[in-house]
């Protein structure tokens, strides 16, 4: 169970929350991100070269669409969208030091959070007994997943969608927490604090009796 969490604590000097660092699934070397500006670069300035985006990014986006909605054509249609946005948007990206995925994610998030507000029944929570157990050891709780795992699932459908999301992008997605932070919009430390405080939430659930 390597760069898997297996803690989070309240660092005492500090009194902000620790958290061991995942290799995230969506990391790209540096030399995989100057490839990604040039394209960039290339397509801000003439609208064909865009295409590779789209061919590079489109899958992961439709699966990250299609896991929250699990219904096919409106998980096209909004992957459509999330592109269309994102070209006629091109000219306002900025580098900040994570990848380009993660501007599309935020894109992809806010389309995702308007299907949503529409039609609630199309959310759908998918988790599987490895990432319930993986939350289960950032909780540090001594418990059986077969007995309780139900109970921590049930808890986790039940976060709204901005707390559900952030627990997806860490132990679902791997995501490093500036990437977490450059997504939802926050900080690196305030989605760290956010994080614990959601495990904390969870964590009574767990031990209520």
């Known amino acids: 169970m390597s760069n898997l969490p297996t803690h989070s604590n309240i660092n005492e000097k500090t009194s902000k929350p620790v958290f061991m660092e995942v290799v995230s699934k969506y990391h ?3 030399e995989r991100q100057a490839e990604e500006l040039a394209v960039i670069e290339a397509a801000k300035k003439d609208k064909k070269h865009f295409e590779l985006i789209y061919n590079r990014y489109h899958e992961q986006i439709f699966r990250y669409i299609y896991q929250r909605l699990e219904d096919k054509d409106t998980s096209f249609d909004v992957t459509q969208q999330v592109f269309l946005k994102a070209m006629t948007n091109l000219h306002k990206y900025e580098y900040k030091g994570v990848p380009f995925s993660s501007w599309l994610y935020r894109i992809a998030k806010s389309e995702l959070y308007d299907v949503l507000r529409r039609n609630q029944n199309l959310r759908s929570v998918n988790i599987d007994e490895i990432q319930l157990s993986e939350v289960m050891d950032e909780l540090k709780e001594e418990t ?7 109970r921590l699932a049930t808890a986790i459908a039940e976060l709204d969608e901005d707390d559900l ?31 614990y405080r959601i495990l904390e939430r969870l964590k009574k659930v767990l031990t209520k009796k």
Do not use: P
């Open 28 to 30: 790209v070397s540096n």
């Open 144 to 150: 059986n997943l077969e007995k309780y795992g139900q």
């Open 165 to 195: 999301q952030l627990v997806e992008m860490r132990f679902f997605e791997k995501r490093a927490f500036k990437e977490i932070g450059e997504i939802l919009e926050i900080t690196e430390n305030n989605a760290k604090v956010k994080l």
